[in-house]
Every structure is written in C-alpha cells, then in structure tokens.
C-alpha cells in the first residue's frame, strides 16, 4: 500500500528546507577559499553572474521536474521525459552517494573543533600552541575521524529516518534562524575589527585584469555545487511541493539566502585575517587552513568576544553541513522509497549504512593506512576522499547539470514546463520567455564548457 506522498507544510518549509541544502561545507569553506585563490572582487561578481544566469534557471528547471511528477529523481525524470532518463536519474543517485561519503567526514571536523573551542573557552587557549599540527594530528588519527563520522552519519540518519515533515523541514525551521542569528553576531563582531574594510574592498572591488578564463569555470562549477544542483537534490525537494505553492518565488529566495550566506561567511572570514599581519600569506596554502588552522586561533587571539563566538561558529559550522547531508541522503533514500517499494524507515538506515562504508573510506584518507591512503585513481588526488571529491565537482555534478538543463529546455514541451511556471502562484515580475532563452541557450553553453574543459583539457576545478 502506498502512503500518499508527503508534503512540506507550507512555502516557508520548502524554502528553508533547500535553503539548508544549499548552505553548507560550499559557503563557509569552499566559497572563501577560491574567492581569495582568485584574487576577490571580479571573481565574486562573475560567480554573482553565474548564480543569476545558470544556477537559478536550472533551480527552477529541478523544481519543476519534482513538482510535475511528485516522484524522486529517478521516477521523476522517466515520468517527465521518457525511460531512458532514468540513467541520469541514477547518476544523480550515484552522485548524491558518494558527495555524502565524503562530505559527512569534513562536517565531522566541525565537531572536533567545536569541542576544542570550548575547552580553550574554558581553559584559555595555550601559548604557543600550533593549530597547524592539531589540525594534522586530528585528521590523521583514524580512530577520532571515525568516531566524528559515525557521529555525523548518524544524525543525518535520525533526522531522514522522521521523513519530509517530522524530519527534514521540523529541523531546518530550527537550524537555520539559528544559524543566521550566529552569522548576524559574527558579522557585527568582524565588521569592528581593523581588517574590516580591506576586506570589504578585496571582496566587492573587481579587477577585471586579475581575472583568469579559468576562474570562470571555476565560479561556474562552484555555483552548482553550493545551490545543490546537478545531481537531483533539488528535484527530489520539487517532489513535495504542493500544487498551490510558487517554484519561482522559492527559487529566488533560496537563491539569494545561498548567495547571501556565502558573502557574508566571507566578509567575516576576511576581516579576521586581514587583520593580522602575514595571516595572508599562511592562509594561501590550503583549502583547510582558513576554517580549521588559522581562524580557530584567531578566535581566541584577535575577534572581539572571540571566545564565546568561536564555538558558536563552529555549530554554525556543523548545522549548515547536517541541513545538506540531510538532502543528500533524502536523494538516496527517496530512490530506494519510490523505486523499490522500501519503507522510509528501512531505506533511510540501509542507504545510511551503505554510504557509511565509503565514508570510512574517506574518514582514513588521510591516516596513513595501507591502500586507503595512497589509492589514486586520479593523478595527484590521494585517498578515497580526495578521489571522491574531483570526480563529484568535475565531472558528476557539470554532466548531471547538463542533463537536466537539456531535459527541462528541450526535451520537454514548452507547454509541460509552462504549466508549471506559470500557474498563477508566479510573481509579477516573471517573465517564462526569459527562463526559457537562458534554460535552452545559456546555461547549457555555459555547462557545456565546464564539460569540454575537463573532458579534453584535464581542468582541475575541485
Ligand atoms: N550545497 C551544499 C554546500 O554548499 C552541498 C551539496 C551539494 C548538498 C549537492 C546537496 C547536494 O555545501
């Protein structure tokens, strides 16, 4: 017997819910990381115009999918173009499997920086302490890793396993007026602080000569990760829209929270290390280092209140990730529900289970450990966790995004995606022959060339 299928309760819930999707690891680590490998300013504004022009087309395009078929991706995109769209359905699937995997061991840092900032809270934070070497010991001691993963892991599992409204929605109505509370306190603290305006100037003035053919892609490539595209994520959430509630509207404002979100997390990050002296150039070195090396000692040296906001900013941290772990395994698990006739509660623990085995993969990555280790199937990417991380932003997340902007612009009607767009709940200021133009013609040019960069280039973008 089929139960019929769930809903979020309101359009508030389904905006909050993708919201928290999209707003993860992606703005608070990635997004500041390649703002400032790539100097800033023209950087920032062609990754607004990549949002705009690719990633909020093919939001709605994911959506509309969803919502037409009420089905999950697989079933959604059989229903919506023909059969054979399955397998891009299953690529998402795939996709969605192994971004968790990895993803869930990164969140777990967040825990092990949490529960040391609040021993410096309490204690003080020691002189002359390296956060260098903590950061290495702690991602090379296999035994912790695993412990924060299987932590991490099981949360996402508790809260998939309430499903669409007791579960998924219950939690991002609650996390995320918290987690724009604590980036509010962040911001007002950082803005006080002496590398304040040079940041500001760094993030928002472009200098267009800096700017390289290859950051384009980059911000391309950066702008379907961090809104949760290419991989069905979004067209599952589409899945339990109600008929009476707005795709366009949701669309736009999840958007714009995304983009906010990941400005802001900058504009905070910045000013702490803009602030002290040669912290630009250690910071340079790796994509950790900003999050897990130098602003954990920040915290407790330079921020005003830093003490009590260093903790904070790593629940912060550790919500934002959980909000997109959970849309991770809502695409896995609402595969198995919908296709394979598996009772939500079953699903949720056996893909949990599943994924968990390739996440130990990833948590020893970095232990040293015989295989795991040294694994490369791509040049100079070690370990399952790296691996996992190059084929997702390269290569699964471009082609999956490609498909669905061919899906939605040419295989399907222009009626059947009329209907969905332009049913009375779109606002005014909608106009479908716009959507249209940029789901047909830009955004897969603009797709397209992240694919033929990594497909006969050998682009690296992760
Ligand atoms: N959008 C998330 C982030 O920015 C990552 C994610 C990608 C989540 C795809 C779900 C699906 O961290």
């Given amino acids: 017997m089929h139960e019929p299928r769930a809903h979020w309760s309101s359009n508030i819930g389904l905006v909050l819910a993708a919201t928290g999707s999209a707003i993860g690891l992606g703005n608070l680590w990635k997004f500041p990381f390649i703002t400032f490998e790539n100097d800033g300013g023209a950087f920032v504004l062609v990754y607004l115009m990549c949002i705009a022009a690719v990633g909020l087309p093919i939001m709605m395009a994911e959506l509309l999918i969803g919502r037409k078929t009420q089905k999950s991706v697989v079933g959604a995109l059989k229903e919506a173009i023909g059969p054979g769209w399955g397998i891009v359905g299953l690529w998402g699937v795939l996709c969605g499997f192994i971004l968790l995997s990895y993803y869930t061991v990164i969140a777990g840092w967040s825990l092990f920086y949490f529960a040391r900032t609040v021993q410096w809270t309490l204690g003080g934070f020691p002189a002359g302490f390296s ?15 695993l412990t924060l993963s299987l932590a ?40 006080r602080m ?18 390289e053919p290859a950051s384009v892609l980059e911000a391309l490539g ?12 979004m067209v599952t959430y589409g899945s339990y829209i109600d008929r009476s509630q707005s795709i366009v509207k949701a669309s736009a404002m999840i958007v714009v929270l995304d983009t906010l979100i990941a400005l802001t997390a900058t504009v905070i990050m910045f000013s702490v290390i803009f602030s002290v002296a040669g912290m630009r150039e250690q910071v340079g070195a790796s994509t950790v280092g900003m999050l897990f090396i130098s602003l954990p000692e920040l915290f407790f040296t330079e921020v005003p209140f830093g003490s009590v906001l260093g903790p904070l900013f790593y629940v912060l941290v550790a919500l934002a990730a959980l909000t997109s772990t ?15 006739d598996i009772d939500r ?10 994924v968990f085995v390739f996440t130990i993969f990833a948590a020893i990555s970095f232990s040293g450990a015989p295989f795991f280790s040294t ?23 471009p082609t999956g995004g490609l498909a669905i902007t061919l899906a ?20 005014a200021w909608f106009r479908y022959g716009v959507w249209r133009l940029f789901i047909r013609y830009v955004a897969p040019a603009a797709v397209g060339a992240i694919v033929v960069a990594v497909l006969f280039f050998g682009r690296d973008f992760s």
């Fill in 326 to 340: 959970i849309s991770l395994l809502e695409v896995v698990a609402s595969y198995v529900i919908d296709e394979h």
């Fill in 408 to 427: 939605a612009g040419w295989f399907m009607t222009r009626e059947q995606t009329t209907a969905e767009l332009v049913d009375g709940t779109e606002p």
């Fill in 152 to 191: 991490f892991s099981a949360a996402t599992v508790g809260v998939v396993y309430f499903g669409v409204q007791k579960g998924i929605e219950r939690v991002a109505r609650l996390f995320l007026p918290l987690l724009f509370g604590i980036l509010v306190l962040m911001l007002v603290s950082a803005l």
């Fill in 345 to 354: 509660h079953k699903a949720t623990i056996l893909c949990g289970g599943a």
């Fill in 222 to 233: 950066h702008s379907f990760f961090t809104l949760s595209l290419g991989m069905g994520a």
């Fill in 194 to 211: 002496d590398g304040a305006g040079e940041a500001l100037s760094f993030i928002f003035r472009p200098n267009f000569a800096e700017l």
């Fill in 375 to 397: 694994l490369a199937i791509f040049d100079g990417k070690t370990g399952w966790f790296e691996t996992a991380d190059h084929f997702v932003s390269n290569w699964m997340l």
């Fill in 131 to 145: 956060t260098g070497d903590l950061f290495d010991s702690q991602v090379s001691n296999a035994g912790l890793q």
